[in-house]
């Protein structure tokens, strides 16, 4: 039976007990629904609680709910277990715990990590001296400040944190490990790039921790710092830590402002990008800037020029592509929005040192 994963949004004099006593109210009529609870989550400061349920769909969800307290969910998602519980920790009650397990949030911090340039994170199963150095050194450091891996390859990883001192000391930690297994041969392919968000696992995305995960992947492939993370984090920080924050030369922190800009931006260009007029002034017409707003705003927080931050977003699809065997090199350059296939393989080979005709050779069985 499908697993669901539901948010209420609770108002602020709903107290812990009264939540443990809502979901007790689900245990009793959940039958009548076909539905089995497995645990939930409750945060007194964000005032919202998450309930994990097998149901046979989300409808038996909101009934069972409106016929046991009337408190309907805000969003419900569709969750695989395996996932929940890396991300989480658990899917289940402590047989003893009912009432305490309320008090605990599912906020969680989110780390992405990726150690390669893109062409070798698309080639995520080559497996080197540098891999294994790199795997080792990452997973002591991940263990000793309780980082619970969700998802990882040989170029990056996919963390989960309750803590936001562990996190960021943990990126901390890895970016000062991280000069000491990269060898001056290497130092080209492998480029440490470490993002940290917060978030909870149910907003109106699809899947669990969706938006914060989308929000630090953008910060980790688009900001030009090594190790960046939100304005929350550094708030959050500052706050367990009495007021102190690391050093502004090892971590960048993004303002509000800085966040909003990256996440249009980066919204926009996923659904404009292969347009047949979509060029330096579309783009900054349509996102309301003046092209000298875009370029200052687009070159502090990328350390590229709109011209090239679209081309290399390009050389990005064309290599997915390519990759994928979606069509031949003049196909792959005209569709991804290059004049002629001459300019691409030009531009391809200055970005990942490789014609794509000779690319094509290596990944074609």
């Not at 991300?87 to 969680?108: H, S, V, Y």
């Not at 991280?178 to 995305?205: E, R």
């Not at 090892?250 to 402002?257: D, M, Q, S």
């Not at 000298?292 to 699809?317: A, C, D, M, V």
């Amino acid at each position: 039976m499908p697993i669901y994963m539901d948010r209420h949004d609770i108002s602020e004099e709903i107290t812990a007990e009264y939540i443990a006593m809502m979901y007790q109210k689900d245990l009793k009529v959940q039958y009548l629904y076909g539905c089995k609870g497995m645990t939930y989550w409750w945060d007194v400061n964000r005032k919202n609680t998450f309930c994990l349920f097998e149901a046979p769909n989300r409808k038996a969800i909101q009934e069972m709910h409106n016929h046991a307290h009337g408190e309907l969910p805000t969003s419900i998602i569709e969750v695989n277990e395996k996932i929940v519980k890396s991300f989480l920790g658990r899917i289940e009650d402590p047989k003893d715990a009912k009432l305490t397990i309320a008090n605990k949030p599912a906020f969680r911090v989110i780390m992405v990590l990726e150690t390669s340039n893109y062409l070798n994170r698309l080639e995520a199963n080559q497996f080197t001296i540098f891999t294994q150095k790199f795997h080792n050194s990452v997973s002591k450091t991940l263990k000793r400040f309780n980082g619970s891996i969700v998802k990882k390859d040989n170029n990056s990883y996919l963390v989960s944190f309750k803590s936001v001192t562990d996190a960021v000391l943990c990126a901390l930690k890895i970016q000062y490990n991280f000069k000491y297994i990269t060898s001056k041969n290497d130092a080209t392919n492998h480029k440490l790039k470490i993002a940290l968000a917060t978030g909870i696992p149910v907003t109106d995305k699809e899947n669990i921790f969706e938006e914060t995960i989308t929000l630090a992947t953008r910060m980790c492939e688009v900001v030009k710092e090594q190790v960046v993370v939100t304005s929350e984090i550094k708030a959050l920080y500052e706050n367990e830590n009495r007021g102190i924050f690391v050093d502004k030369k090892l971590i960048c922190t993004l303002k509000p402002a800085e966040e909003k800009f990256l996440t249009r931006l980066l919204d926009f260009i996923e659904n404009f990008w292969d347009k047949p007029n979509f060029n330096v002034n579309y783009f900054s017409r349509e996102l309301g800037y003046s092209k000298s707003q875009l370029y200052r705003k687009l070159k502090k927080l990328t350390g590229k020029s709109p011209s090239n931050f679209i081309r290399e977003f390009r050389l990005h699809r064309a290599l997915n592509s390519l990759h994928g065997q979606l069509g031949n090199i003049s196909e792959v350059a005209y569709r991804t929005g290059f004049n002629s296939p001459a300019y691409f393989a030009k531009c391809f080979k200055d970005k990942y040192g490789i014609l794509p005709s000779k690319y094509m050779q290596q990944h074609i069985i």
